[in-house]
């Protein structure tokens, strides 16, 4: 009689939250773990987003907000998109959700029917294929290797459209891999997608100002698509405010309105607080955006250095994000300690174990050759953990 429904039973745990998990119990039986798993700034919010939040409940900014968000902060954002990537929205084309995660969700809850197709480049968020799978759409994936620097190509594309195509997911810069979009290459997708109309653009764009290639591309920019494009931010990754769950989408109004529907229903607004912090993060200064930006790419440069030191992983060098992604399934079949490395799974769990440094298996991101680690952390921890794992691996046999 307790049985769940069919619709969670098609939904796979969180591979990152699962890890994540399993780094902090051994954490919690005083064993010095190292974690690299989960994709969280390790930086403080700046103090003056703090301020604003802290007056904001001096204030008593206690109550409902509109679903939406207060318009304060929705015109925060329209200035945000105009100054900063050129782009013209209305604050009636503006949804703020508890995080870019939701943010996600509604859009694609909102836009796809059973047996829609979404077509999802791997290796890609874990997150996107459960999403479509709880939208009951059918995940479509397009494999891009390291080789091509995990970017999916016009060619790709084209031969992934089918009539069921309903929407294409685009996360740059990327989780798991750090690959940036440049403006040419997104105009190239577009040209594709611009012959087959049904088709929208989820632009997951999160990450965009952990950026070590200069401006950020987005494929709103294009006049001719912009009418099928819903942009996903938020103030996670930039501002380091992962728990204060502020994201939003802009989108034609006609998917905002359906989005709001959706969200009216299931969790109303995000925390008033919240968003007074978000409205001062994207209207306040912005030193601190760059000064992060910086530190990423220092731990970047050094990460990738240590990487490519380490026989048998081939490394590629991402150009945002705070991932590293190395392929690594010259060590399958091979063993140590008892133990044989089959998978990249096998490979994450004997780096928790053994080495005591947690990062994610590729095959919960759609590339089971590779795994994933998170260099939002120390340049002490990252040297530390990179000495530990060419120990590892040095191990299997």
Request: charged share 20%; with cysteine; proline share 6%.
């Amino acid at each position: 009689m307790n049985n769940l429904s069919e619709r969670l039973n098609r939904l796979a745990p969180s591979a990152t939250l699962a890890m994540s998990q399993k780094s902090s119990e051994l954490k919690a039986q005083g064993v010095d773990v190292i974690n690299m798993s989960v994709g969280e700034p390790d930086f403080n919010t700046p103090d003056h987003i703090k301020r604003a939040a802290i007056k904001a409940v001096e204030d008593n900014w206690s109550r409902y907000s509109p679903v939406p968000g207060y318009p304060e902060l929705k015109k925060a954002i329209v200035a945000k998109l105009k100054n900063e990537n050129g782009l013209d929205y209305a604050p009636s084309q503006i949804l703020c959700s508890n995080g870019a995660k939701q943010s996600v969700c509604n859009a694609i809850m909102a836009l796809v029917n059973a047996g829609d197709e979404v077509i999802i480049p791997a290796p890609y968020w874990v997150s996107y294929p459960q999403m479509v799978l709880l939208a009951e759409g059918t995940p479509v994936y397009v494999e891009c290797g390291i080789e091509q620097d995990f970017k999916m190509t016009p060619d790709q594309l084209e031969k992934a459209i089918t009539p069921n195509t309903r929407a294409l997911i685009l996360c740059s810069p990327s989780n798991p891999t750090g690959s940036v979009y440049s403006a040419a290459e997104l105009e190239a997708l577009k040209d594709v997608l611009l012959r087959h109309p049904r088709v929208i653009v989820i632009a997951d764009e999160i990450y965009e100002h952990i950026n070590y290639v200069g401006a950020h591309a987005s494929m709103a920019q294009f006049p001719d698509i912009k009418e099928r494009v819903v942009i996903i931010n938020g103030v996670s990754k930039a501002y380091a405010m992962t728990g204060w769950r502020i994201g939003f989408i802009a989108a034609p109004e006609w998917i905002v309105k359906g989005c709001n529907k959706l969200q009216g229903q299931y969790t109303s607004g995000p925390c008033s607080v919240s968003q007074k912090a978000a409205e001062e993060a994207f209207s306040g200064p912005q030193e601190c955006v760059e000064e992060m930006r910086q530190a990423f790419e220092r731990r970047k440069n050094l990460i990738v250095s240590l990487a490519k030191e380490i026989p048998g992983l081939e490394v590629n060098d991402p150009q945002g994000a705070f991932y590293l992604f190395p392929k690594c399934s010259s060590f399958y079949g091979k063993s140590a300690d008892g133990r044989t490395i089959n998978n990249s799974t096998d490979l994450a769990m004997y780096l928790l174990e053994v080495g005591h440094v947690a990062t994610v298996g590729g095959d919960a991101f759609g590339s089971p050759e590779c795994f994933r680690m998170s260099y939002a952390t120390s340049d002490d921890n990252i040297r530390e953990a990179m000495r530990r794992i060419k120990e590892c691996l040095a191990r299997l046999k």
